[in-house]
């Protein structure tokens, strides 16, 4: 089925280690993204990037960098995992100026101990 | 910079009355509007989108949503909600259709019998 898939579903990690969340999409759309979701703080943006080859900061970069590998896939790496990155991480993507708002992931659930 | 209100966190209905879920966003022209839905464990899913044109927008699911320049709002509702409409719902902005999502800290809908 079209859409965006993220890999891993669940993950457990020691405070320190590192850790690379996937994000692949077959939308062939423009512009990806990386939020992540913690309770009562709605999604929060981490990066984006508008288009292959591009990446920018978001709302809440500190502890994330991420790599825009090809148009399909855009990777969020954790260097030094802390447990104030336990949390939803979600992947969305979409077309340039397209209005059809995002098409989402179903999430990564991040724990870090 | 935009931003996004959802004055209530939490919202308890009877199966079978009506719904209002209130947004407010901040920003100076007309911005493009979202809401989207999100059930337990899952991803976020589009209900429905303003940009330009009517300011009532139909969605999916039996839900709509109006604008409102003059008070800076978007607020979604749904005539008879039935008990598969608990869920968590965000409302969002962005100031163009290249820009990213800006989400509100979301709204839990719960319904009882």
């Known amino acids: 089925n079209a859409g965006v898939t993220q890999t891993p579903k669940f993950q457990v990690l020691k405070t320190g280690q590192s850790m690379t969340l996937q994000c692949a999409q077959d939308m062939n759309h423009n512009s990806m993204y990386w939020y992540r979701q913690d309770p009562g703080m709605g999604l929060r943006l981490i990066y984006y990037s508008a288009s292959e080859g591009t990446t920018d900061k978001g709302e809440v970069p500190n502890g994330y960098n991420v790599s825009r590998l090809n148009k399909r896939e855009f990777s969020l790496r954790l260097e030094s995992a802390a447990p104030s990155q336990t949390s939803v991480y979600f992947c969305?993507?979409?077309?340039?100026?397209?209005?059809?708002?995002?098409?989402f992931g179903s999430g990564t659930r991040l724990t870090v101990v | 910079a935009q931003s996004v209100t959802q004055p209530d966190i939490h919202i308890t209905v009877s199966e079978g009355a009506s719904l209002e879920l209130r947004c407010n966003y901040s920003y100076g022209a007309t911005p493009y509007l979202f809401w989207y839905v999100q059930s337990p464990g899952q991803g976020l899913q589009l209900l429905l989108k303003y940009f330009s044109g009517d300011t009532l927008v139909q969605g999916i699911k039996g839900f709509e949503a109006e604008f409102k320049r003059s008070q800076s709002s978007f607020n979604l509702r749904k005539p008879s909600v039935h008990w598969s409409d608990a869920a968590e719902y965000f409302c969002a902005v962005a100031s163009s259709g290249n820009t990213p999502l800006v989400f509100g800290k979301g709204t839990r809908l719960s319904v009882i019998a």
């Open positions: 969305a993507s979409r077309d340039l100026g397209q209005m059809r708002g995002y098409t």
